[in-house]
């Protein structure tokens, strides 16, 4: 009997000494969240409230680092090229669907391991609050009566923003000089300073400036009025027949390990229904849309295939 037991033990211990050392709990140490805009932006004022509600959860602090520039370009690349063991996470926007067509980046979406879409946000035309117009059918006709004196800024060459000001100016019918900045608020900044005619940025982004009266929202490009502005009407309801949205999601580099992507989905999506995250994106007009990672796959390539069509449409893909 006593033999029996020293054999158990001396397998037991020459087991304990050959054994792969145990997996470390992941994430043991700080989290690194990507954004491709300048701060200040939609992007960036969703990805910082996100990222302070999934510290709680992962028990790590998360940094969000604006890498900006190249119309998104800049920031996605790091996003792909980053480290693939989780510690490095990117917000992936419109823009990765956007570049490809244009010729402007080696890689599309499926270079990405796409986690969950956060929202999606409809484009809208704001001016000046003093513009000699209040509806877009009468910044349309200002616009055809002064043909060199329009311009429009944008978060960048080919962006989201640029793209809709391009479907408005040609759904309209008018021609407008398109003004790039390194995202939307700096555009926004620009047209408050009086350096601009209009922008064509989500609601989120032109709120505070036109809730502090410097600038008023001409009309939003969606299917449906906006709850913060509801008095705002669409472009459909004045006669130009235009839907355009934006939207943001969460992506990890390709060969993340599965258990160590379960733990960020799962940490991003309560950070995402905790009720703070919530009602700041409610009051900041960022229209919550999400999808998990099966379905976010699917919308990013149909995504793909529609803004691709577009761009074609108003000249802006590569030939």
């Known amino acids: 009997m ?17 054994a792969p050392p ?18 200040g932006g939609g992007t960036d004022v969703l990805l910082r409230a996100l990222s302070k509600e999934a510290e709680k959860i992962l028990g790590q602090s998360i940094t969000v680092v604006n890498q900006t ?15 693939p063991d989780g510690y490095t996470v990117g917000m992936i926007t419109f823009e990765l669907n956007s570049l490809p067509p244009q010729g402007l980046v080696p890689f599309t979406w499926k270079d990405f391991d796409p986690m969950m879409r956060i929202n999606s946000d409809p484009a809208a035309l704001t001016v000046r609050k003093d513009a000699p117009y209040n509806t877009v059918r009468g910044f349309v006709d200002y616009a055809k009566a002064h043909p060199t004196e329009i311009t429009i800024g944008n978060s960048a060459p080919g962006s989201v923003w640029h793209i809709a000001a391009g479907l408005v100016a040609d759904k309209a019918g008018i021609t407008v000089k ?19 005619s209009g922008v064509a940025v989500s609601v989120a982004e032109v709120r505070g400036q036109v809730q502090a009266g410097n600038l008023k929202i001409l009309g ?6 906006d709850k913060i502005f509801p008095e705002v009407p669409t472009f459909k309801e ?37 009720p703070a995250f919530k009602e700041l994106a409610a009051k900041a007009s960022l229209n919550l849309a999400y999808q ?3 379905e976010f796959s699917k ?18 893909a590569k030939k």
């Open 220 to 225: 939003v490009m969606s299917a449906e009025r």
């Open 238 to 274: 004045q006669g130009i027949d235009v839907q355009f949205y934006t939207w943001r999601g969460l992506a990890l580099p390709k060969g993340v390990p599965a258990a160590n992507k379960a733990k960020l989905t799962d940490a991003f999506k309560k950070a995402m229904d905790a």
């Open 178 to 196: 398109h003004v790039p900045f390194d995202g939307a608020a700096p555009a926004v900044t620009s047209l408050v300073g009086g350096h601009l």
């Open 2 to 18: 006593k033999r029996r037991t020293m054999l158990v033990g001396i397998v037991s211990l020459v087991a304990s000494v050959f």
């Open 22 to 39: 145990a997996m470390a709990a992941f994430p043991e140490k700080p989290i690194t969240v990507i954004c491709p805009w300048a701060p």
């Open 69 to 83: 520039g190249g119309a998104g370009a800049i920031g996605h690349h790091a996003i792909r090229a980053a480290r």
């Open 299 to 316: 919308f990013l390539d149909q995504n793909y295939k529609d803004v691709e069509a577009v761009m074609k449409s108003i000249g802006l």
């Open 292 to 294: 998990d990672s099966a």
